[in-house]
C-alpha cells in the first residue's frame, strides 16, 4: 500500500492546478493592463492597470459579500445540501437594517441585532422546509429565494435607502494603505477561521462525513437534522453580515445591486470549482477560495481590459459546467472500479 | 368485465381531476376580487380587466408550456427565461444590425435556441449532470451570449437594440377582429400542446418516463430521444416567448423574461403537472397561469402593493409544492440530485 | 464474563409476508454460530431486528440473560452490537481513520479535532488485524476487500461484544479470505459472539463452531459443525409440504424447435453462460441471491452490455443494444422488482399494459383510444385481473394482480413474445393468487412461448420448470430435468462454487 504522503495528497487537490491558473492570469492581467507594453517603466506594473490602488481596492471591496457567503455555502454544499436563496437573504437583510436606520432612531448596533436575529430566523425556515416538510433544499431555497426578493421589493418599492449612521459607514471604508478594506481583512480572517473549523475540529469532520454517506452517518449516530439546523443558520448570517458590509460601503441599502450582482451564483461556481462537490462530502474552503478569486480576477481581467463583462457571464456558467463534466468524469471512474463489488 | 357506464366513463374523472378544482378556484377568486372591488368602488369584473389578463398571459404562456412538458417528464429546465430572451436578443440583433427581414430573424433565434437547448439536453443525458444545476450553468452561458448579441452594432457595448418594424410589432401587439394576435396563437399553442400530451404517442411516453424512467426504458421506450426533444421543445417556446416580448416592447432587451423565470414552473406544479412527473397536462397548466395571472392583475386592481404579490407567488409556489410532495411521496429524477 | 445472545420467540411481519415466526435460539461467547437458510428463510430480517434498523413485533432479544430493546441502530450499538453488511456503511472521501472512528473522533484539551491521536488509534487498531493499510489512506482509494476489512474493524474498534457478518466473503479473494478468518479466530479468542450468515458451505465448515438453519421465516434446527455434513445440512434448508399445488397444473408437454440459444454468454457480472430453450418449454434458472441470474435476464433483454459469446434467436444471431431492440424481436421481461422497474404505479392499467407497444396502438400521430382500451380489457379478461375498470391506477392493486397486468403487457396481442423472462414473478403474492399466476405460465408455454422462469423459491422453480439449470457466483452450476430434481440436489449445485 502507497503511502499517502503529504506531497501526493496536495498535488492530487484539484485547487494546486487552480492555483497556478489564477497565478499566470494575475500576471497576464498585470502585464496587460499596466501598459508596460507600450512603453510604459516597469514599475508600472505595481502601480497602473490591475494594481492600481484603485482597481485592487474595488476587487477586494466586492470580494467581501463573496467570501462570506462562500464561507457559508461550501459548508453547507459540503454538508451535502444547498441554498440558493442567500442573495436574496442578504439583499432583505440590507433592507431590513437601512430601514431602520432610516425610519428610527435606533442605536445602529441594535438594529444589526435585530437584523441579524432576523436572518437566523431564515435558516430557521430553510431549515424547517428541509427537515420537518422533507422538500429537496434546491427548491425549498429558491422558492424562498423568490419571497425574499419580493419582500425586499415590498419595502422599498424597489428604491434604495440611503444610510448615514457614521461609524457603520467608516467601518465599511477604512482602508489599509488605500489598498486592503478592513472588511476584506475581516472577510479573510473568516476564511481560515472556517477552513480551520472544517479541517481541525470534529464538528467540521462531521460536517463531511453527514454529506459523503448521509445513511452511514446516521447509522453512526450523527444527527443530520441537528448538523443541517447549525449549516443553515450559519448561512444565513454569513449572507446577511455579507449585504450588511456592502451597503456600508457604498453607504446605501441597495437590494437591486445585490441581487443583480447575484453573487450567490459566482459563489457556486467557486465553490464547485474549487473542489467541492454538490453531492456533498468533498472540498474545502481553501480550493474554494482560490477558485473564487480566479473568477473574479478573471472578472477584473476583462474590466481592465475594457473587454465586455458579459464575458464574465459567460464564463461562470461554463466554468461551472466544465467542473461539473471534470467532476462526472471521476465519479466514472470511481464506479468501474468499484464494479466488483455486488 | 362489464361495460363502464357513462358517468363512470366521463363525468367522474372530470370532477376527479384537478382541474375541475382549479376552475373552482379561479371562478372563487373572480368572485372574490369582483365583491372587493365592487367594494371599493372599483370594478373588477369587465371585459377589459379580462382582456388584460390573457394579454399578460401570452409571454408567459409559451414559457409554462415548455415548462410542464418537462416537469411531466421528470425533468426542470432552469435555463428558459435566459434563453428565450437570449432568442428575443437575436431577432432584435437580426432586425436592426443585420436588416434581415423579420421571419428569418425569428428562424435564427430560434435555431440558435434549439441548439441551446440539445446542449441542456447533452449535459443532462450524456454527462448526468442534475438537471437544475446543468441549466443553471447554461442559464449563465445563454445570457452572457444574450449580451453579447446586443453588442452587435453598438461598438461591443451591451443596450437594449431598439427597431422598428411593422410585421413585428403586428405579432406583438396586433389583434385580428377584437382578439389580440398574441392570444389566438397562445390559445393555439396550448390546445396543440394539450392533444400532445394527452392524446399522442408521444405525449403518453413522455408521461410514462416521467412516471417511472426506469420501467420506461424497460419496456423499450427511448429516454435519450424523447429528453433531448423535451429541452429542445423548452427552449424553443423560451425561444418564442423572447420573440414576442421582443415585438411587443419593438425592443430587444437585456432584462427580458426576468420577471418570468418561474412563472412557468409555478403555473405548471399549481396547475397539477407533478413535480416528479408522470402527472398532469396543459389544461391544468393553462389554468394555473390563469390563476396566477388573474391573482397579480385582480391584486393591482383592488390596489394591494404589486410587490406583495410577488411575494405571495413565491409563497403560492412552496404550497403548491409541498402539496405535490404530500401527494407524491417519493423521489423522482428532479430530486434525484439530492 | 460469559457473554451471550438469545433470541426468543422472534416474529415479525410485512404487510402480506411473515418474515420470521416464533424464531429462538442462543449464541455463545467465544463461538462462531453460523446462521443458514435459503433465500427468504429470514435471515437479513433477523440481523435487521439484531442491529436495530427494525423493531420484531413479538420476542425478545437477551444480551447476557438481560432483555435489551434497540429504538435505533445507534442503540444497537451503544449495547455492543455490530452488523457488518454487504452494503458499505463507508464515507469514500474520507479518509480510513476518520471511517473508524466516525461519530467518536478524539478532540485535544481545546476540544480540536485531534488528528495525532486519531491516526495513533487507527495504526494500533490495524496493527492488531496485521493488515496493510495507511490510515490516512482515502477509503475510497482502497478495493472493495480492503473497504471490507475497515468495516470489520469499525466493529471491533467499537468493542462490541457481538459481531454479526452478513456475507462477508462475497468480494474477497483467497488471500483476504484468510485475512478474514484470523480477525474471527482472533475475535472468538476474545471471547466475543460470532454470528456468520453465508451460503458457502465450505466456509462454514472452516470457520464456525454451531450451525442454526432458518426455513421459510422458521427455526428447524441447531447443529454443532464437527458433528455434521453438508447433505444432511441441505436436507434441513429444503424439504416442505407442498400440496396439490402443482400436481394440477396442466402442464405443456409439447416442446417445438430452440428458440433461444445462449452460447458462452459473458457480461460483466457473468461467464460462460450456455443454454437452449425449445419452444413451449420452461427453463427455470435457480441460485442465491448474488448468483447472477438477473443479471443473464437483462443481457438477454438488452437492458446490460454483453462483453462476449453468442446468443441466437431462432437460429438468427442477434445483439441487442437496448431493451427496445429485444422488444422489437420477441423477447419480453418481467423485472424483478415489479414496482420500482415493472409499472408506472401512477398510471392506469391501460397505460401500463400498452407500455411497449404504445407506437402499434396508434393511428398516425395519436393514440387510438379504441386499440389501446381493447388491448387493455383483453388482458384483463385473459389473466382475470380484478378491477372494476381498465382505467384503474396500478398502485391500487394487489401484488398478484400488478403481476397479471405486467404479464399482460408483454402478451397483449400487439406483442409477438417468443421468449419471455420472469423474474421473481411471485415473490409477495399470496397463494391463491400465486397459483393462478403458476397455471398462465403453463398456458403461456403451451401457446409455444418459450419461458425462462428465475425463482428464489426452489420449490416454485423445480416444480413449474422442464429444465432446471442452477447457477452460483456468475456462472451455471447444473442443469437437470424436472424428473431428476430435488430440492436437495438443487440446493447443492446452487451452493457448488
Not at chain 1, 46 to 60: A, D, E, H, Q, R
Not at chain 1, 210 to 229: C, E, F, M, T, W
Not at chain 2, 287 to 294: F, P
Not at chain 2, 301 to 314: D, L, Y
Request: hydrophobic share 50%; net charge positive.
Amino acid at each position: 500500500m502507497r503511502k499517502e504522503t503529504f506531497v501526493r495528497r496536495l498535488l492530487r487537490d484539484k485547487a494546486a492546478p487552480l492555483l497556478g491558473v489564477l497565478i499566470v492570469l494575475t500576471i497576464i492581467t498585470m502585464i496587460l493592463s499596466s501598459g508596460i507594453l507600450h512603453g510604459e517603466q516597469i514599475s508600472a506594473l505595481f502601480t497602473k492597470g490591475f494594481m492600481s490602488s484603485g482597481n485592487l481596492l474595488s476587487v477586494f471591496y466586492n470580494l467581501v459579500i463573496q467570501c462570506l457567503m462562500l464561507c457559508g455555502i461550501s459548508m453547507i454544499l459540503i454538508g451535502g445540501n444547498i441554498d440558493l436563496s442567500v442573495a436574496g437573504q442578504a439583499a432583505l437583510s440590507t433592507m431590513v437594517f437601512g430601514w431602520f436606520c432610516k425610519n428610527t432612531s435606533m442605536a445602529w448596533p441594535l438594529a444589526l441585532v435585530i437584523t441579524l436575529a432576523m436572518a437566523v430566523c431564515f435558516g430557521l425556515i430553510n431549515t424547517f422546509l428541509v427537515n420537518k416538510l422533507k422538500f429537496p433544499p434546491f427548491i425549498a431555497t429558491i422558492g424562498m429565494a423568490s419571497v425574499y426578493r419580493g419582500l425586499c421589493n415590498v419595502i422599498t418599492t424597489g428604491n434604495n435607502i440611503q444610510i448615514s449612521r457614521a461609524t457603520f459607514i467608516t467601518i465599511g471604508n477604512t482602508s489599509i494603505a488605500g489598498i486592503l478594506p478592513a472588511t476584506f481583512v475581516f472577510a479573510l480572517l473568516l476564511i481560515i477561521i472556517y477552513q480551520f473549523v472544517l479541517s481541525k475540529t470534529t464538528f467540521g469532520r462531521t460536517i463531511y462525513m453527514a454529506g459523503g454517506n448521509p445513511n452511514a452517518a446516521r447509522l453512526s449516530g450523527i444527527k443530520l437534522n441537528k448538523v443541517r439546523l447549525i449549516l443553515f443558520i450559519n448561512n444565513s448570517i454569513l449572507a446577511a453580515i455579507g449585504g450588511l458590509l456592502w451597503s456600508a460601503q457604498i453607504k446605501m441599502a441597495s437590494p437591486t445591486a445585490i441581487i443583480s450582482a447575484a453573487p450567490d451564483m459566482r459563489v457556486i461556481s467557486a465553490a464547485i470549482l474549487g473542489g467541492v462537490s454538490f453531492i456533498g462530502g468533498s472540498g474545502n474552503i481553501v480550493g474554494a477560495f482560490i477558485a473564487l478569486l480566479l473568477l473574479n480576477v478573471f472578472d477584473n481581467m476583462l474590466k481592465v481590459l475594457n473587454v465586455q463583462s458579459y464575458w464574465n457571464v459567460f464564463a461562470t456558467g461554463f466554468l461551472l459546467a466544465v467542473a461539473l463534466i471534470i467532476d462526472y468524469i471521476n465519479v466514472e471512474r470511481r464506479r468501474k472500479s468499484l464494479l466488483l463489488n455486488r | 368485465m362489464k361495460k363502464d357506464s357513462f358517468y363512470i366513463k366521463h363525468i367522474r374523472p372530470l370532477i376527479k381531476h384537478k382541474v375541475f378544482t382549479l376552475i373552482l378556484l379561479f371562478i372563487a377568486m373572480v368572485i372574490m376580487f369582483t365583491l372587493w372591488s365592487a367594494i371599493q368602488g372599483g370594478r373588477f369584473f369587465k371585459i377589459s380587466t379580462f382582456k388584460n389578463i390573457l394579454n399578460s398571459l401570452v409571454i408567459s404562456a409559451f414559457l409554462t408550456i415548455g415548462a410542464g412538458c418537462l416537469l411531466i417528464s421528470g425533468n426542470i429546465d432552469l435555463a428558459q427565461s435566459a434563453i428565450g430572451a437570449f432568442g428575443g436578443m437575436v431577432l432584435a440583433t437580426a432586425v436592426k444590425s443585420w436588416g434581415l427581414p423579420w421571419y428569418l430573424g425569428i428562424v435564427i433565434g430560434l435555431v440558435l435556441c434549439a441548439a441551446f437547448g440539445s446542449l441542456n439536453a447533452l449535459l443532462v443525458t450524456k454527462f448526468r449532470f442534475p438537471a437544475f444545476i446543468g441549466t443553471l450553468a447554461m442559464a449563465s452561458m445563454a445570457r452572457g451570449l444574450m449580451y453579447l448579441f446586443s453588442s452587435i452594432g453598438n461598438k461591443g457595448l451591451a443596450a437594449n437594440i431598439a427597431f422598428n418594424n411593422a410585421p413585428l410589432s403586428f405579432i406583438g401587439a396586433g389583434s385580428i377582429g377584437p382578439i389580440p394576435l398574441g392570444i389566438i396563437i397562445m390559445l393555439v399553442f396550448f390546445i396543440i400542446y394539450g392533444i400532445i400530451i394527452s392524446k399522442s404517442r408521444f405525449g403518453l411516453k413522455v408521461t410514462l418516463i416521467g412516471g417511472n424512467p426506469v420501467a420506461a426504458s424497460l419496456a423499450g421506450i427511448n429516454s435519450t430521444a424523447i429528453t433531448y426533444i423535451l429541452f429542445i421543445n423548452s427552449a424553443v417556446l423560451g425561444g418564442i416567448a423572447g420573440v414576442f416580448n421582443t415585438a411587443r416592447l419593438g425592443q430587444g432587451a437585456l432584462l427580458a423574461l426576468q420577471t418570468n423565470q418561474f412563472t412557468g414552473i409555478t403555473a405548471a406544479i399549481l396547475g397539477g403537472i407533478s413535480f416528479g412527473g408522470g402527472a398532469g397536462g396543459m389544461g391544468g397548466a393553462f389554468i394555473g397561469l390563469l390563476i396566477l395571472n388573474t391573482f397579480q392583475i385582480g391584486m393591482g386592481v383592488v390596489g394591494v402593493n404589486p410587490f406583495w404579490v410577488n411575494v405571495f407567488s413565491g409563497v403560492l409556489l412552496l404550497v403548491a409544492l409541498a402539496f405535490d410532495f404530500i401527494a407524491q411521496r417519493r423521489s423522482r429524477s428532479v430530486l434525484k440530485a439530492y | 464474563m460469559a457473554k451471550s445472545l438469545e433470541f426468543k420467540g422472534i416474529s415479525k411481519s410485512y404487510p402480506g409476508v411473515r418474515a420470521l415466526n416464533d424464531i429462538s435460539f442462543t449464541a455463545q461467547g467465544g463461538r462462531v454460530l453460523a446462521l443458514l437458510g435459503e433465500n427468504g428463510a429470514g435471515k437479513s430480517t433477523l440481523l435487521k431486528i439484531l442491529s436495530g434498523d427494525q423493531k420484531a413485533d413479538e420476542g425478545e432479544i437477551l444480551l447476557n440473560g438481560e432483555p435489551v430493546s434497540f429504538h435505533d441502530p445507534q442503540a444497537a450499538i451503544n449495547a455492543g452490537i455490530s452488523v457488518i453488511y454487504q452494503e458499505r456503511q463507508l464515507m469514500p472521501s474520507m479518509s480510513v481513520m476518520e471511517n473508524l472512528y466516525v461519530g467518536s473522533l478524539p478532540k485535544t484539551k481545546l476540544g480540536l479535532y485531534d488528528k495525532r491521536k486519531l491516526y495513533n488509534n487507527a495504526k494500533e487498531l490495524i496493527d492488531r488485524f496485521n493488515i496493510d493499510i495507511d490510515p490516512v489512506q482515502l477509503v475510497g482509494r482502497l478495493s472493495v476487500a480492503y473497504q471490507q476489512m475497515v468495516e470489520i474493524m469499525k466493529a471491533v474498534k467499537r468493542n462490541s461484544d457481538i459481531i454479526a457478518f452478513d456475507e462477508p466473503t462475497a468480494p474477497l479473494t483467497d488471500t483476504e479470505i484468510k485475512i478474514l478468518f484470523d480477525i474471527i479466530k482472533k475475535l472468538k479468542d476474545e471471547g466475543k459472539v460470532i454470528i456468520y450468515v453465508s451460503h458457502r458451505l465450505a466456509e462454514i465448515f472452516q470457520i464456525t463452531d454451531s450451525i442454526v438453519v432458518l426455513k421459510d421465516g422458521h427455526y428447524v434446527t441447531s447443529l454443532e459443525t464437527a458433528q455434521t455434513n453438508e447433505t444432511e445440512l441441505i436436507k434441513a434448508m429444503v424439504g416442505r409440504d407442498i400440496g396439490d399445488t402443482y400436481n394440477n397444473l396442466s402442464r405443456n408437454t409439447d416442446f417445438g424447435d430452440v428458440v433461444l440459444d445462449v452460447r458462452n454468454l459473458k457480461t460483466p457480472y457473468v461467464h460462460d453462460i450456455s443454454f437452449q430453450v425449445r419452444k413451449g418449454e420452461i427453463v427455470g434458472l435457480a441460485g442465491l441471491i448474488g448468483s447472477g441470474r438477473t443479471e443473464v435476464a437483462r443481457a438477454l433483454f438488452g437492458a446490460d452490455p454483453v462483453t462476449g459469446g453468442e446468443i441466437y434467436l431462432d437460429g438468427e444471431k442477434v445483439s441487442f443494444k437496448s431493451p427496445r431492440e429485444a422488444i422489437d424481436k420477441g423477447v419480453a421481461l418481467c423485472p424483478e422488482d415489479r414496482k420500482e422497474e415493472g409499472l408506472v404505479m401512477q398510471r392506469s392499467i391501460k397505460d401500463n399494459i400498452a407500455m411497449p407497444v404504445v407506437d402499434r396502438v396508434s393511428k398516425g400521430l395519436l393514440i387510438d383510444p379504441d386499440a389501446i382500451r381493447a388491448l387493455a380489457e383483453k388482458a384483463v379478461d385473459k389473466y382475470s385481473i380484478k378491477t372494476p375498470s381498465i382505467e384503474k391506477i396500478s398502485s391500487e392493486l394487489s401484488g398478484g394482480n400488478q403481476q397479471k397486468v405486467i404479464l399482460g403487457r408483454w402478451t397483449s396481442e400487439k406483442m409477438e413474445t417468443k421468449v419471455l423472462i420472469l423474474d421473481e414473478p411471485t415473490k409477495g403474492i399470496d397463494v391463491g393468487t400465486k397459483a393462478e399466476i403458476y397455471q398462465t405460465i403453463c398456458d403461456l408455454a403451451k401457446q409455444g412461448i418459450a419461458v425462462v422462469l428465475i425463482s428464489s423459491e426452489l420449490t416454485e422453480v423445480i416444480n413449474l420448470s422442464d429444465t432446471i439449470l442452477t447457477m452460483h457466483n456468475g456462472h451455471i452450476t447444473g442443469c437437470l430435468t424436472r424428473q431428476e430434481a430435488t430440492e436437495e440436489k438443487v440446493l447443492a449445485l446452487a451452493m457448488l462454487e
